[in-house]
């Protein structure tokens, strides 16, 4: 059996995703300053850049995260998925109605930049799974932030772990990112990762 991350969500398993037939898996947990929801956890996987097979499934659409949830990833060396992920047609097929007229990207900035802010900040406790744990926040000026757990087939024995935040300006010049945490998984090691307001 192929590697697989497993996920759990306040001590509860949410879901085991083989990477069997993907080539890309990932784990993410987003969330910034102006949205109601506190912050989201999306898990999806792929198989990305082969013309005829490319897939693309999610197994967790933007579930909301609360304040002071934990989520957890281990790296397990095999094991089988534990409940079918659905393409974006599945979850969305009201998505085949007509969008609203396209904005230039500098006017989607400028109106993010004058919704009212909901939230000051954002801190983060990360456990990896060796050393001490990691306490970061959100800088001032900071918009988002964005924790990533990603698996590519390239390094199978291992994930890559990774935690920033990032202003709205750096967004739109795609620079000037923070990067509050970065290591790897190998088999068999979990990290925890907590974010509270």
């Not at 996920?7 to 300053?33: A, K, Q, Y």
């Not at 089988?80 to 900035?109: A, C, M, N």
């Not at 988002?144 to 698996?151: A, L």
Request: proline residues 8%; hydrophobic residues 35%; negative net charge.
């Amino acid at each position: 059996m192929p590697p697989a991350l497993a996920i759990s969500l306040n001590g509860t398993e949410l879901v085991t995703i083989s990477s069997d037939g993907l080539n890309i898996l990932s784990v993410r947990v987003f969330g910034d300053r102006i949205t109601p929801d506190f912050a989201n956890l999306d898990v999806s996987g792929g198989l990305y850049g082969e013309e005829q097979d490319q897939k693309h499934l999610i197994w967790e659409p933007d579930r909301i995260i609360s304040p002071g949830d934990e989520i957890a990833v281990t790296l397990l060396e095999n094991a089988t998925t534990s409940r079918p992920g659905k393409t974006i047609e599945e979850l969305y097929p009201e998505d085949e109605q007509p969008h609203e007229p396209w904005q230039p990207i500098e006017q989607v900035f400028q109106d993010l930049a004058q919704r009212p802010i909901v939230r000051e900040r954002f801190t983060f406790n990360v456990k990896p799974p060796s050393g001490p744990s990691i306490h970061a926040e959100t800088l001032p000026n900071d918009h988002s932030f964005g924790f990533s757990v990603t698996w590519v087939w390239l390094h199978p024995e291992r994930a890559r772990v990774s935690l920033s935040s990032n202003t709205l300006e750096g967004i739109a010049k795609r620079e000037g990112v923070s990067t509050h945490a970065e290591f790897r998984l190998q088999y068999g090691q979990r990290v925890q990762f907590h974010v509270d307001g």
